[in-house]
């Protein structure tokens, strides 16, 4: 297995422009997360997906869309790129199982994405 | 407001040496913690997760404990090697309508040196 892959590793982007990061897991996990990691500071919750066609919030969702079309797929969409969005962004997933959600996470290795 | 913090920020041990690191949490309801690994320039990699009802958890030279009541945990590294420099980060869960959610530290960063 692969695991959690994410595309591309690294993109500079300009003001206002828009582009799409790529997420994809062939664990067959039902569960997919977006993060954003900003220097010094923990993880934060983007978007999140329970499974193929569901999708919620996180805790800094503004400036962001998500879809997930497929059960593998969980791309993560900027509109109108700012340069507060300059971050790393990870993407994870984990399985539906383990009492009181003792599964684990799996992250992929990150897009850092710079915003000039 | 759900917060864990970490401590210290960063630290630089002997390679060989033990060292301890520290995470305090104010997360409600509690689901379980977790430590994580963060090599530069990767995503965080699961080293160890606990219920409340679990004070000790290891995995090879890693040892995580929690104490559920001070709402404390600690990972302690045996025999630092050169490979264990990285971040590590404390993650607690907490469980919300349909999906758990994790609340990250800001992790502590590790040098081990010759």
């Known amino acids: 297995n692969a695991g959690v892959t994410q595309t591309p590793k690294f993109r500079i982007l300009k003001i206002g422009q828009s582009m799409t990061l790529q997420c994809t897991q062939d664990m067959n996990h039902n569960y997919m997360y977006w993060y954003r990691q900003d220097p010094g500071m923990g993880l934060k919750l983007i978007y999140y997906?329970?499974?193929?066609?569901?999708?919620d919030k996180g805790e800094v969702p503004n400036g962001y869309n998500v879809s997930r079309s497929t059960t593998e797929d969980f791309p993560l969409r900027l509109e109108l790129a700012a340069p507060s969005q300059t971050s790393v962004y990870f993407c994870a997933s984990r399985s539906r199982q383990g009492a009181r959600g003792t599964d684990t996470q799996y992250f992929g290795p990150g897009t850092r994405l710079t915003v000039l | 407001k759900n917060q864990v913090e970490q401590s210290p920020q960063s630290l630089i041990i002997l390679e060989g040496k033990n060292c301890t690191l520290q995470c305090n949490y104010t997360v409600s309801p509690f689901s379980n913690l977790r430590w994580y690994k963060q090599d530069t320039g990767r995503g965080p990699v699961s080293l160890t997760i606990m219920t409340f009802s679990e004070n000790t958890k290891s995995n090879g030279r890693y040892t995580a404990t929690l104490d559920a009541d001070t709402k404390q945990s600690s990972l302690h590294i045996t025999a630092s090697q050169l490979s264990d420099s990285a971040s590590y980060i404390c993650?607690?869960?907490?469980?919300?309508?349909?999906?758990?959610?994790?609340?990250f530290g800001t992790g502590t960063r590790l040098q081990v040196t010759l």
């Open positions: 993650v607690v869960s907490f469980l919300t309508g349909t999906a758990s959610k994790l609340t």
């Open positions: 997906s329970v499974g193929a066609g569901i999708t």
